[in-house]
């Protein structure tokens, strides 16, 4: 193999199963490819067309199974099985299904947010009671926060008609979080400012409040919500969908704020 790799016409096709560094004085590689070959049909069908349908959703079934046991028995038993001073070994799978190619995005998200997100939460509501001087306020203002995920939701799958729900979207709950607590500092910054008002009565305070904070929130909102929108525009399909689940949880957020 080491030899045929210098021949030219051989040459790429080896180059998919060896690092650049293989030769006959080199007998090493770093990485190596392994192909599984499957096609429809499948068994117990006729041909390819006889339910081709259900022939993809059964095969891009069977991918993602295989995908998740890749990246989690296999690579954990290679680890386990290396030697002490070898590299950590990786496996990286590609496959005609996107779900499949999705899981280890999946899993490196999920992680992140497992051991990420209850440390931001923590954090944002403890800066949430102290800028709010109020334990229930603090409190109330971060629930109204996550309040707006359940008619987002509604809207992205109900409203929209979307059907899948790519794990990347859950980096939204970060971003409402931020944008969500700055809406909750400028609404208590301008009932605090609203007290130095001249002869004003409560019900001024209030209504100079929602206008005020209102008019600077709403700005903010939509400028937040274009952005997000535009994402529409990248040719990747979980983006679009990032951004568009960002939009509807940025908006709802606003429209509960007020």
């Known amino acids: 193999l080491a030899l045929l790799s210098e021949a030219r016409v051989l040459a790429t096709p080896l180059g998919a199963f060896f690092d650049k560094s293989f030769s006959?004085?080199?007998?090493?590689?770093?990485?190596?490819?392994?192909?599984?070959?499957?096609?429809?049909?499948?068994?117990?069908?006729?041909?390819?067309?006889?339910?081709?349908?259900?022939?993809?959703?059964?095969?891009?079934?069977?991918?993602?199974?295989?995908?998740?046991?890749?990246?989690?028995?296999?690579?954990?038993?290679?680890?386990?099985?290396?030697?002490?001073?070898?590299?950590?070994?990786?496996?990286?799978?590609?496959?005609?299904?996107?779900?499949?190619?999705?899981?280890p995005v999946n899993t490196v998200v999920l992680n992140d947010l497992t051991n990420v997100l209850p440390l931001s939460f923590a954090l944002t509501m403890l800066l949430m009671m102290c800028h709010t001087r109020s334990c229930v306020l603090g409190f109330a203002g971060f629930a109204e926060i996550f309040l707006s995920l359940a008619p987002a939701l509604v809207v992205y799958f109900y409203v929209l008609g979307n059907e899948t729900f790519p794990v990347l979207n859950l980096?939204?709950?970060f971003l409402l979080s931020g944008i969500g607590a700055d809406d909750v500092f400028v609404y208590m910054d301008t009932w605090r400012h609203s007290a130095a008002l001249p002869s004003v009565t409560y019900a001024q305070r209030v209504h100079y409040t929602v206008v005020t904070a209102g008019a600077a929130m709403l700005v903010t909102s939509a400028t937040s919500i274009v952005a997000f929108l535009l994402l529409l525009s990248s040719p990747i399909p979980v983006i679009g969908s990032l951004g568009v689940f960002t939009a509807l949880c940025i908006f709802f957020d606003y429209v509960l704020v007020m």
């Open 24 to 103: 006959p004085l080199s007998l090493t590689s770093s990485l190596t490819t392994a192909i599984v070959p499957f096609a429809l049909p499948l068994a117990t069908y006729r041909n390819t067309l006889d339910r081709r349908a259900e022939q993809e959703r059964r095969s891009d079934a069977f991918q993602v199974e295989l995908a998740t046991w890749t990246y989690g028995e296999l690579e954990a038993a290679m680890a386990a099985g290396a030697d002490g001073g070898a590299p950590p070994v990786r496996v990286f799978m590609v496959g005609t299904a996107r779900e499949a190619n999705n899981v």
């Open 171 to 173: 980096i939204a709950i």
